[in-house]
Every structure is written in C-alpha cells, then in structure tokens.
C-alpha cells in the first residue's frame, strides 16, 4: 500500500458523509454539464491591465477543481487545465444556501463559479463569487499542496494524482504531444505517408528483443507484440510506396530502468532511393525543428549538459570512436580471439558475442557510449550485428548503418537498408541459427519478407527514433517514467478497491 492509499481511507469516510449530506438537501453531485465562458489563463489575459483595488461588473463563469483554501474558505485557488484563478467567497455575495453548502466543500472537488472579476490590493486577479454549483464531488483526498507530492511510488503508481499536484507532469505531457506533432507534421510537408501495420504479428522480427507471446484462441496459434514495424513498413516500400512512416508503440519483454519501459513508442521511417549519408541529413533537420518547437532554441539543458541540435552533427565510424577513446586501433586487429583479449584488457566483460564484430560492438558499448554527449552519430557498424544493413560501399566487413547518441544515450538507428533478398535471407538464417541456440533475442527467420523482397525493393533508407527518449532529452527528464503518461508498474499484492467504510 502506498501512502497516498494510507492516508485516503480515513478520510474518505467523511467525505462519504458529506456526499450522503449534500443529497439529503437536493444536491446533484455529479451533474451533466456547466456553461463556461472563460478559462483562468483567458481571464489573466483579459484583465492584465486591471488596476489593484478594482472590481467590475463583468460577470464571467469559471469552472475547475479546488486545490487550496484560506480563511474558511473565503478564498479559494480554482485549476483548470490552463491554470489557478483566485475565487473571493465573501458571505455578503452569497446565500445562505451556498454558505450552508460550503461546509460540505473539500478540497479536490470541482466547482463551477459566477461571479464578477476584481484585482485584490495585493494584486491577485480574483473572482467575487455570487452562486457556485457542485460539478463532482471527490471522494479521495488529495497529498498536501502545500507539501508536494513527492512519494515517487505514489507519483507513478497514481499518475492521475501526480498530474493534479505537479503542473510540471502536465507540461512535460504537452510538449511530448508537440514533439509527435512536430514529427508528422515535418514527414507529411514532405509527402511522406503514416500507415499503420500489425501489432500482433506471427513473426515478431526487424530487432535484437525478447516479444512478449500471447495465444489466438480462434486460429490456435502463437502471436508475438511487436517488437518494430520495420519488417512490414519494408513490405510498404516493395508494394509501391515511396516514404512511408508510422509512431507507433512497440512491446518488448526486457528489463526495466529510467532508460527502459516494456511499451514504448517509436517512429520508424522508410524513403525509396535515399542511403544512410541522406537519412543523416534528414534527421538533422527534424530534430533541430523538434528542439526549436518543444524549447524555443537549438540549445537544451539536459541533466547537467547543454545539448546543441544545431546542424551539423558529428560524425565518426565507430572504430575511430573507440581509437578516440581508448587508444586501440581495432581495425589492426584481424582475428576474433585476439580481438577478445583486447576486450578484457580494456575491462569488457564478454558474454554471448560469437564473432569479431559483436566483440568490437561489446567495446563500443562499454568504453565510448557514455562519453557521447553531444549529438553525435556513430557510423558504420560491423556487418555481424546489423542483418538488415546494406553492405559498406568501401569498407570490407561493415555496413553503411549510423546510431545517433545523445547524453551517452542511443536516440535513433538507421541505415541504408539491404535491398539484395538473397543476402537478407543468408543473414537471417544465420539469426535463426542463434535463436535456436538459445538467443532470445536474435531475429527470426521471417520467409514472407524474404519472398516480399524478391519482387523487388528500390535503394532505401530507414531509420527508428524513440519518441519517449527524444521527449526526456527535450525536457530535463531524468527517467523515462517522466515523459510516458502510465508507465508500466507491478501490481501492489495487497492492493483492493475501497469499500463503503473506506477500508
């Protein structure tokens, strides 16, 4: 139990009598609708130029909920989505009627207000309240306003309860909202089409993950929740489409972190005749518009760090990245057991990697990651860890495949995708073959998109963005929690619906 679920059972009892009470005197607590003609932010922009000391006579009607009150309830701080309004509920304005029903207000419950605007002698834009109505009445007590609302269980538990307390979950919700808009909007200027593919798939392939396996009952078989959309945005290209895109959320059965959710939300994006030198260019160009419509600027703050998306980005192979780092010159080293004593002379721990490649990838991801903290893409990957990328023009044994690092964290993967079917077929068998050995993450052998390539797919680039990571970057998030409005939590064992006595 958290404490938030501690606390409301004691008091949600009195909160009940006061329901039961308001009935008893003809009171509807949950009426169907309200007449406003202002939001709090309207009325502030409205009256900006009304004098302290002044009242009208306008008469506005404000709605909201209730989340302080001073001096008995003569003042009131009433929320809606775009802000506070200050209420005055001086009993000269009011009946006897509403002052005997304002004993049976709390805080958290909704109003709907008529009356007059005023700017009080301290400044504060208000409202003289002449009649209010009851718009729902609340039954869980809320955290302290004055305290915040800080238990970070509760906060992730009851994000409902942590977007009334913390305005700055609602904004942050606002921008990942202006960040999705952004994307599409930067895609569909440029003809680009948002189709939607299978979220149930037979074969759960297009990444490195574990799929979380359900059962149709009808068909009597397996299904997988997708781990990408890659695959059958691929299927788009080979059936006539040129820019297809879909921001879609996408399931994987692994652990969990502030980096980490079991769902999460990606865009994947394919162009016909473009490569991975194209697709750079491209991502610059969005990002810096994300930036710029989400901040205001190129520049961001990010946990400590100043990020600048202004164009270019850096651009370094990952083998150089490493010499950089560690001073090793990989590309020197041929074989694959010497290139694992070089890993754990540098301290990497080596677990399932079976190949040159998957060694130096290990390196990488140990030693450099972390020290990309600028924008920074990092090219040309092994062709051992990249089985959809076409092959380098020029550099025998990588693929022209670019990660884009921001913080020490990867935000994109694209590449210039790999058009020959008899190539992405041996590559794929060799997946399969891992798999069967027990790499649960290892791509399956997905036949349909093999016969799907063999009509023929033109020259294409492709790339896939984490939305909820480009959205931490954007906002100072520091988890990944923070930007998804329900992330995924495991169920309280002892956890129940409250019954009447409020146990």
């Known amino acids: 139990m958290t404490s938030l679920e501690a606390e409301g059972g004691r008091l949600r009892v009195e909160r009940l009598r006061k329901l039961e009470e308001l009935k008893a005197h003809g009171i509807k607590p949950y009426p169907y609708r309200f007449d406003r003609t202002h939001k709090a932010s309207q009325l502030h922009e409205k009256y900006k130029d ?12 404000v709605c909201g909920k209730v989340l302080n009150e001073r001096n008995s309830w003569m003042f009131v701080d009433l929320y809606d989505e775009s802000g506070k309004i200050q209420l005055f509920c001086h009993k000269e304005s009011l009946s006897q009627e509403k002052l005997d029903t304002r004993k049976l207000l709390d805080k958290g419950d909704y109003l709907g207000i008529t009356g007059t605007v005023r700017r009080t002698k301290a400044g504060e834009l208000s409202i003289r309240v002449s009649d209010f109505e009851l718009l729902c009445k609340s039954l869980q007590p809320l955290p302290d306003s004055w305290d915040g609302f800080t238990d970070v269980e509760a906060r992730y538990r009851h994000r409902y309860v942590d977007m009334i307390m913390n305005p700055q979950v609602r904004e942050t919700l606002r921008k990942r909202s202006v960040v999705v808009r952004t994307i599409r909007n930067f895609l569909d200027e440029r003809d680009f089409l948002e189709i939607d593919t299978p979220t149930l798939q037979v074969e759960a392939g297009g990444a490195d993950a574990r799929p979380f396996v359900t059962h149709h009952n009808t068909l009597d078989i397996d299904l997988y929740l997708r781990i990408a959309t890659e695959l059958h945005l691929k299927r ?38 473009g490569d991975y030198n194209d697709l750079m260019d491209f991502t610059e160009e969005m990002l810096l518009e994300c930036a710029i419509n989400v901040a205001g600027a190129a520049k961001v703050h990010y946990q400590g760090h100043d990020l600048e ?35 754990t002379t540098l301290g990497v721990v080596l677990e399932h990697q079976e190949s040159r490649g998957e060694v130096i990838n290990a390196i990488f991801e140990e030693k450099v990651e972390a020290t ?41 993967n694209g590449y210039s995708e790999l058009t020959d079917p008899l190539d992405q077929r041996a590559r794929l068998e060799d997946q399969a073959r891992k798999k069967a050995a027990g790499n649960e993450e290892a791509m399956p052998l997905d036949l349909d998109f093999i016969l799907a390539m063999e009509y023929g797919m033109p020259p294409t680039m492709g790339i896939g963005i984490g939305i ?12 990944i929690r923070d930007v998804i409005a329900f992330p995924t939590m495991k169920p309280l064992a002892e956890a129940k619906p409250a019954d009447g006595d409020g146990k």
């Open 372 to 412: 990309l903290i600028q924008p920074t893409f990092i090219i040309d990957y092994p062709v051992e860890i990249s089985p959809l990328t076409k092959a380098h023009r020029t550099n025998p044994g990588e693929v022209e495949r670019f990660e884009l690092f921001v913080a020490g964290r990867e935000l994109a």
């Open 236 to 273: 788009l290209i080979v059936g006539g489409f040129e820019r297809v895109y879909e921001i879609g959320r996408i399931f994987r059965n692994e652990g969990m972190s502030t980096r980490h959710n079991p769902e999460f939300t990606m865009l994947e994006m394919y162009c016909a005749y």
């Open 468 to 479: 909820d990571r480009l959205v931490m970057f954007l906002t100072d998030s520091a988890s």
């Open 50 to 61: 009304l004098a302290p000391d002044m009242e009208t006579q306008d008469q506005v009607r």
């Open 309 to 343: 998306f202004s164009r270019p980005f850096q651009r370094i192979r990952m083998t150089d990245s490493i010499r950089n780092v560690t001073g090793v010159d990989v590309e020197s080293i041929a074989s694959f057991e010497e290139m694992k004593k070089v890993a």
